[in-house]
């Protein structure tokens, strides 16, 4: 069994990827963790160093998730993609054809009150139909089971 789990390092891909471990251990699946770095939007000098940084740091989150699953008692494998997230995880499923994949849901915490949660809900429901979201664009494209892991 292959589990692919999107992965950024990311307080909230962590929870998933622990998550993950939970209910698959007794599968005993190999798991993919796959990281994506947004290429920048032009080609100034400055982005180039802004996407080196954010490349780096996703590497090391990588690896950091690997050595936790590794400890945990799994053979894991990774992947470093460039471009859209929502095309290289596609693009990942379609070559790899992982039996699952697992995506943690965004999110932005309202601090509780009503003005916040309704501020909050327009937001999301703003970005969702101007740019769509990884986890709606995946769910609508994908080929393999997709489990979206809600954010505590």
């Not at 290289?88 to 915490?109: C, D, E, F, G, Y």
Request: charged share 25%.
């Amino acid at each position: 069994m292959k589990v692919m789990i999107a992965y950024d390092g990311s307080r909230n891909a962590k929870l998933a990827l622990a998550q993950t471990v939970d209910l698959f251990r007794c599968n005993a699946p190999t798991l993919v963790l796959v990281g994506v770095a947004e290429n920048p939007r032009d080609a100034s000098d400055a982005n180039e160093d802004l996407f080196q940084q954010e490349y780096e740091a996703l590497k090391a989150a990588l690896q950091e998730g690997v050595d936790f699953a590794t400890r945990e008692g799994f053979d894991v494998d990774w992947i470093l993609a460039e471009g859209d997230p929502r095309k290289m995880l596609l693009r990942a499923t379609q070559k790899h054809q992982p039996n699952v994949l697992v995506i943690a849901r965004h999110s932005n915490k309202p601090d509780g009150g009503i003005i916040a949660q309704s501020l909050s809900y327009f937001v999301d429901e703003l970005d969702y139909m101007t740019f769509g979201s990884v986890s709606s664009f995946l769910a609508r494209r994908v080929e393999c089971p997709l489990l979206i892991l809600p954010s505590p």
